[in-house]
């Protein structure tokens, strides 16, 4: 059978898998997903009202918002977030004695409005230092005492989960559709330039055993003449992971990320850019170093990016043995999750390779190419991010600005396999933008690479 054939019909069975993964997988994220709660609020007292929200009674502070209330007498309308799946919101009425009214109480879900039954308030479910609470013209009037007063009602009833996932619905269909539609158009663009895809693969298992020779020699070569030899691929790594670790667990203080050890949200997220950038520097200048070669009539130029990227995946799949000790040692054991890590180095290959195609091919041109690329690696350690977390610090529009960074996406897997325990799959939106993105680069780099080759011996 035709192996182009067989080539196309590879890439339209991925295809439709994916597109299968898009429409179970892509649904909104409840935990996420806020409501207001809306109130009016009348005090003899300027109080700090904070309202908690949460799915049980267990409020913790992560969950909290506060409206500063400063104009006793006066009548203020207040909008607070609360989560969509919450079933219990808490109210906190400052630390003084003082009278307060509370009326026009109502939550909105993408501006569906759901009024709160007033018995709520007049029932809670549990309150604290709270004298009195009743009926008055102007809406619920509570009497709090001094020190620590709240009460608790429920929402439960209100289903505003059903309600959210009800305004969202429509919304969520053309993602899906628009999703799969940017999957096919991606499939049937990979059909087109088949060719393009496969050849470097098929270049490589044809001189299978000349590229191995020649990574694995380009490994030690790194190292000749030293006392240590390879041995310094694996000390430099290891300071600089003691470093950074040093200045913000020691110097900075920094405390736990996303409810995990510093080290691990760091070591987990230095290990892949470590190797995204040493085979990326290696790649870029592949030509040159192997200029000898290029000039050769009868060798394939096309496989010496790639060599530089093999050779660099030797160090690095250590560092990734050496980190899930570590998770194991603080009590992240090895599951089902630990072999996503392989997928994500996948990944990680290929887009280095596509950029790398890319760069080589300019670098021998014009040298500046690789103090370019320098420079992008330099800012890349900040912008991917790898050391500091952008949720819960940034805006959603800001962290959604890092995300479009396709390497934001590796680390995230990274950190999703060893220690947040969700999968690839899980993610649909991210995981088809990356491939897309990815594909493109690929594709573009290997095409630039193939059309240029022809002057690489004359350049340099």
């Given at each position: 059978m035709n192996k182009k054939f067989l080539a196309s019909l590879f890439i339209a069975i991925i295809a439709v898998i994916v597109n299968i993964s898009v429409i179970l997988n892509l649904r909104p994220d409840i935990q996420s997903a806020m409501a207001n709660f809306h109130f009016t609020i009348i005090s003899d007292q300027a109080i700090e009202i904070q309202t908690f929200y949460k799915d049980d009674r267990e409020f913790t502070p992560d969950q909290v918002e506060t409206y500063e209330y400063n104009t006793p007498g006066k009548a203020c309308e207040v909008q607070i977030p609360v989560g969509v799946d919450s079933k219990y919101i808490r109210i906190d009425f400052g630390a003084i004695s003082n009278k307060t009214t509370l009326s026009n109480l109502y939550c909105d879900v993408n501006k569906k409005r759901l009024d709160i039954d007033e018995n709520k308030l007049l029932q809670p479910v549990i309150m604290n230092e709270i004298e009195n609470i009743q009926n008055s013209t102007d809406?619920?009037?509570?009497?709090?005492?001094?020190?620590?007063?709240?009460?608790?009602?429920?929402?439960?009833?209100?289903?505003?989960?059903?309600?959210?996932?009800?305004?969202?619905?429509?919304?969520?269909?053309?993602?899906?559709?628009?999703?799969?539609?940017?999957?096919?158009?991606?499939?049937?663009?990979?059909?087109?330039?088949?060719?393009?895809?496969?050849?470097?693969?098929?270049?490589?298992?044809?001189?299978?055993?000349?590229?191995?020779?020649?990574?694995?020699?380009?490994?030690?070569?790194?190292?000749?003449?030293?006392?240590?030899?390879?041995?310094?691929?694996?000390?430099?790594?290891?300071?600089?992971?003691?470093?950074?670790?040093?200045?913000?667990?020691?110097?900075?203080?920094?405390?736990?990320?996303?409810?995990?050890?510093?080290?691990?949200?760091?070591?987990?997220?230095?290990?892949?850019?470590?190797?995204?950038?040493?085979?990326?520097?290696?790649?870029?200048?592949?030509?040159?170093?192997?200029?000898?070669?290029?000039?050769?009539?009868?060798?394939?130029?096309?496989?010496?990016?790639?060599?530089?990227?093999?050779?660099?995946?030797?160090?690095?799949?250590?560092?990734?043995?050496?980190?899930?000790?570590?998770?194991?040692?603080?009590?992240?054991?090895?599951?089902?999750?630990?072999?996503?890590?392989?997928?994500?180095?996948?990944?990680?290959?290929?887009?280095?390779?596509?950029?790398?195609?890319?760069?080589?091919?300019?670098?021998?041109?014009?040298?500046?190419?690789?103090?370019?690329?320098?420079?992008?690696?330099?800012?890349?350690?900040?912008?991917?991010?790898?050391?500091?977390?952008?949720?819960?610090?940034?805006s959603l529009p800001l962290q959604r600005l890092f995300q479009l960074n396709p390497i934001y996406y590796i680390v995230d897997g990274f950190r999703d396999s060893l220690l947040n325990k969700v999968w690839f799959w899980e993610k649909p939106v991210w995981t088809v933008y990356f491939w897309i993105i990815t594909l493109l680069i690929y594709i573009v780099g290997i095409k630039m690479f193939s059309r240029l080759k022809i002057h690489f011996s004359d350049v340099l």
């Amino acid at each position: 059978m035709n192996k182009k054939f067989l080539a196309s019909l590879f890439i339209a069975i991925i295809a439709v898998i994916v597109n299968i993964s898009v429409i179970l997988n892509l649904r909104p994220d409840i935990q996420s997903a806020m409501a207001n709660f809306h109130f009016t609020i009348i005090s003899d007292q300027a109080i700090e009202i904070q309202t908690f929200y949460k799915d049980d009674r267990e409020f913790t502070p992560d969950q909290v918002e506060t409206y500063e209330y400063n104009t006793p007498g006066k009548a203020c309308e207040v909008q607070i977030p609360v989560g969509v799946d919450s079933k219990y919101i808490r109210i906190d009425f400052g630390a003084i004695s003082n009278k307060t009214t509370l009326s026009n109480l109502y939550c909105d879900v993408n501006k569906k409005r759901l009024d709160i039954d007033e018995n709520k308030l007049l029932q809670p479910v549990i309150m604290n230092e709270i004298e009195n609470i009743q009926n008055s013209t102007d809406g619920i009037e509570i009497l709090a005492s001094s020190g620590d007063p709240w009460l608790v009602f429920s929402v439960e009833d209100m289903n505003l989960e059903q309600l959210y996932l009800e305004t969202v619905q429509s919304r969520y269909l053309v993602y899906k559709v628009l999703l799969c539609i940017a999957v096919d158009v991606m499939a049937l663009f990979c059909m087109y330039n088949i060719k393009t895809i496969f050849r470097l693969p098929l270049d490589i298992y044809t001189d299978r055993d000349m590229f191995w020779d020649l990574a694995k020699n380009d490994f030690q070569a790194r190292f000749a003449g030293s006392y240590l030899g390879i041995v310094w691929a694996f000390i430099q790594p290891f300071i600089t992971m003691l470093l950074y670790w040093f200045v913000f667990q020691v110097g900075l203080r920094a405390g736990k990320v996303s409810e995990y050890p510093f080290i691990l949200f760091l070591m987990s997220g230095l290990i892949p850019w470590f190797y995204f950038s040493e085979a990326l520097s290696g790649a870029t200048n592949a030509l040159l170093e192997y200029s000898y070669l290029v000039k050769k009539v009868v060798f394939n130029v096309e496989i010496l990016p790639a060599i530089k990227v093999i050779s660099s995946i030797f160090v690095h799949l250590f560092f990734v043995a050496f980190i899930m000790i570590i998770c194991a040692v603080y009590g992240f054991m090895p599951d089902l999750y630990y072999i996503q890590v392989f997928y994500y180095i996948i990944c990680m290959v290929l887009l280095v390779l596509g950029i790398s195609y890319i760069t080589a091919a300019c670098t021998a041109f014009m040298r500046d190419t690789a103090q370019l690329v320098n420079i992008f690696l330099t800012m890349g350690i900040w912008i991917t991010p790898i050391m500091w977390n952008p949720v819960g610090v940034l805006s959603l529009p800001l962290q959604r600005l890092f995300q479009l960074n396709p390497i934001y996406y590796i680390v995230d897997g990274f950190r999703d396999s060893l220690l947040n325990k969700v999968w690839f799959w899980e993610k649909p939106v991210w995981t088809v933008y990356f491939w897309i993105i990815t594909l493109l680069i690929y594709i573009v780099g290997i095409k630039m690479f193939s059309r240029l080759k022809i002057h690489f011996s004359d350049v340099l």
